[in-house]
């Protein structure tokens, strides 16, 4: 008896040029009825569900050019769309400037094969508010690098989410993420939690603190996982700003975020756990970072 | 450029260099089984949990039900029918410690464990192989029978046997 897949992929058309315009150019034509293939780590589960089913793939990964890493002459960082999440781990530039992304492959993404495959551009474009990758990023006020057929766009990763897999992408290709350069006393930190190692998140966070003394001179907050996007907690930040950094005001801000977020209930967690842990979530990765600073 | 729906891909399965005309939407996994006749890799969840389908793509262990075959094309591919001698057919180093340290039950996770081991013991030379590092590599292969105790003392029984250090 022959085996018998269960889940094939119904037929596509395909196609994988080795310029960046000769793909822009078949997304420009087909637009909605073609797919961009990263890693394929999302792409080809969604098709395998019949989530999504295009009739042309575009497989990006034989344009050159497209997976580095590299410091900016800003003293930022540029990360190129193709970048596999594996790279990004074993980047010692990163772990040392960026230790927040660093362990977003540590704490998430646990499965060795996964690393390999998927890439960082497919975790921003996959949209999913659960995305592991994207809190750090944003945290460092990260930004996007997005390129039509005749049109070339930075935008600020926050900006980018529309909705549970929804972004802003028309008919282009992301193809480089551009982190500027953290000023300051730094302290950075990040938290994923899974119910099973290789599972989406049920919530994660990334905090930076720019800290002078004892004082907290800037500070980004971001979650994953309890909004339809992945969300700054702007009330979170606005308490701790340009405030004397001590364990009780780190307690009120924390409580803060349930203003933040609108979590839901789904088959990982409920609404009402996800705004408990969220508090205590905060307060401890400010805490880390807080404690990276110095 | 045209767009495309079947292609004659060369591969170097296993060592051997072969051409496989595949359709476009078919995955590795399919190919080596229903084309190639290469059963040994096992295909369990079929959407990239379960570590069942890894093989390793030029060294690095992937899963090959969640590549397409006609991305493989000039790439070298190692399935667990590649890891014995293609000439005596002993078996390798780290089968043999599998099977001498109970290092399965039913069977069915064994070709990925062994390719992700593969990948591993290639990467590491000189320093010591921890718990840790053991526990890392296999974080994304389920087995079922839950024989993970075993598995991890056949790993460190096959890198002994290489002179990996444990
Ligand atoms: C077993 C398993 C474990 C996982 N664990 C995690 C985890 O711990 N954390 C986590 O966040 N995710 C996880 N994921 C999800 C997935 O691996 C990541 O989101 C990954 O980064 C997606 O990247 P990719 O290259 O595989 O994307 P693909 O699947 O190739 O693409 C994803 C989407 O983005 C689009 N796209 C990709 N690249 C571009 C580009 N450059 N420009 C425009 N559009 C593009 C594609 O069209 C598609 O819609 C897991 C998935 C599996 C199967
Ligand atoms: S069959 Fe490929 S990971 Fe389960
Ligand atoms: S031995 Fe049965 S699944 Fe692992």
Request: aromatic share 4%.
């Given at each position: 008896?022959?085996?018998i ?5 119904k ?7 080795s ?11 087909l ?8 890693g394929?780590?999302?792409?080809l589960?969604?098709m ?19 997976d ?5 002459e ?16 074993e ?33 921003i474009?996959?949209?999913?508010p659960?995305?592991?990758?994207v809190?750090?990023l ?18 600020l ?8 897999n ?5 008919r ?14 730094c302290?950075?930190?990040f938290e994923s939690?899974?119910?099973v ?19 907290c ?10 909004a ?22 780190i ?6 975020v ?25 307060r ?6 807080v404690q990276?600073?110095? | ?14 060592g ?6 595949v359709?476009v ?49 000039g ?9 014995s001698?293609?000439?005596t ?5 780290i ?9 399965f ?11 992700v081991t593969?990948a591993l013991l ?5 320093e010591?192989?921890?718990d840790?590092?053991i526990r ?11 024989d993970y105790?075993h ?9 002994e046997?290489m002179?990996?250090?444990?």
């Open positions: 008896m022959p085996f897949m269960k889940r094939p992929l037929k596509f058309e395909y196609v994988a040029p310029k960046l315009e000769d793909a822009l150019a078949i997304l420009g034509k637009g909605e009825k073609a797919a961009i293939l990263a394929g780590t999302d792409l589960v969604f395998k569900d019949r989530a999504i089913m295009p009739q042309c793939i575009i497989n990006i990964k034989n344009i050159a050019g497209m580095y890493i590299k410091e900016t800003e003293g930022g960082l540029a990360i190129g769309a193709l970048t596999p999440i594996i790279k990004i781990n980047s010692k530039l990163i772990k040392q400037k960026y230790p927040s992304l660093h362990e977003c492959t540590t704490k998430a993404f646990h499965s060795w094969q996964i690393r390999n495959m998927a890439t960082i551009g497919g975790n474009c996959r949209s999913s659960a995305a592991d990758a809190p750090p944003m945290t460092y006020d990260a930004e996007v690098k997005l390129v039509g057929q005749k049109s070339e766009r930075r935008v990763l926050e900006k980018f989410f529309l909705g549970p929804k972004n802003v992408l028309d282009e290709i992301l193809t480089e993420i551009i982190i500027p350069p953290q000023k300051g006393n302290g950075m930190a939690m899974k119910r190692s290789v599972d989406l998140c049920k919530l994660n966070c990334a905090v930076k603190i720019v800290l002078e003394g004892n004082t001179k800037d500070i980004r907050i971001a979650l994953g996982a309890v339809p996007t992945p969300i700054r907690a702007k009330k979170v930040e606005e308490t701790v700003r340009d405030k004397e950094v001590t364990d009780e005001l307690e009120k801000a924390s409580q803060k349930v203003e933040d977020i609108s979590p839901i209930t789904d088959a990982r967690s409920t609404a009402e756990y996800r705004k408990q842990v969220s508090v205590v979530m905060v401890r990765l400010i805490k880390q970072a990276r600073a110095k | 450029m045209a767009t495309i729906t079947k292609k004659t891909v060369k591969l170097t399965v296993n051997v260099e072969c051409e496989v005309e359709d939407n078919e995955v590795l996994a399919k190919v080596l089984r229903e084309k190639l006749g290469l059963t040994g890799t096992k295909i369990g969840c079929e959407s990239g949990e379960c570590g069942a389908c890894t093989v390793l793509i030029d060294g690095q262990p992937k899963l090959s039900c969640l590549i397409l075959a006609i991305e493989c094309e790439k070298k591919i190692l399935t667990v029918e590649g890891l001698d293609p000439e057919g002993k078996l390798h180093p089968q043999e410690a599998f099977i001498e340290n109970f290092g039950q039913c069977g069915f996770c064994t070709p990925g464990f062994l390719m593969k290639d990467k590491k030379t000189g010591k192989l921890t840790e590092e890392l590599a296999i974080a994304g292969n389920i087995c079922r029978c839950g105790y598995i991890i003392e056949s790993i460190k029984a096959a890198a046997k002179k990996r250090f444990s």
